[in-house]
C-alpha cells in the first residue's frame, strides 16, 4: 500500500478545513473575502452530501445566478470567433453542423469546444474541407460513449 505525500495529506487537511468552515460558520477564521463553492449537478447526483450538510450550505447562500447556454446563433458566432483567434480565415463549419453543435451542446461553451474540437479532428482524419452534420454526430457519439 501506497501512502500519499505529506503535501497531498496538508492540502486534503486545509480541504476539510475549509468546508467544515463554510458549512458550519467557524467564525473564528477572519478571511477578507467570501467563498463560493461550486457544485455541479451532475457531481450532486454521484456524491450526495448528508441532508444537514447541504441544509448548512443552502443557509448561507445568498444570491444564486444560474447562466443558460448559448442560443443556436449565439453558438454560430462563438465557433467563428474562436475559429479566428486560432487563425482561420474561411468558414469551417457547415450550417447544419453548427445547429447540430448547438443543439448538442445545449450552448455549453465548454461542451461546445470539446465537441467542435472533435469534429474537426474527424473532419481532418477524413480530408474533409469543412465539417459535416456527421462530424459532429460522431463527435457526439464519442462523447457519450466516454461519459
Known sequence: MTEAPASTARS????????KTVVYGNTSVS???????VRPASLRKR????WSVNQ?????????FYLRGLTEA?????VTHQCRR?????????????????AQSRGLPRVINHLATAA??????QGAPVVEEAHVQHAVRDWRDDG
Open 56 to 64: 448548512a450550505i443552502h443557509q448561507r447562500v445568498g444570491l444564486r
Open 12 to 19: 486534503t487537511a486545509d480541504a476539510k478545513s475549509l468546508l
Open 120 to 125: 474537426l479532428w474527424d473532419a481532418e482524419s
Open 86 to 102: 486560432a487563425g482561420v480565415d474561411r468558414v469551417l463549419f457547415t450550417p447544419s453542423a453548427l445547429t447540430l453543435l448547438a
Open 31 to 37: 478571511w477578507g473575502c467570501q467563498v463560493f463553492a
Open 47 to 50: 456524491t450526495p452530501l448528508p
Open 74 to 78: 449565439d453558438t454560430a458566432a462563438y
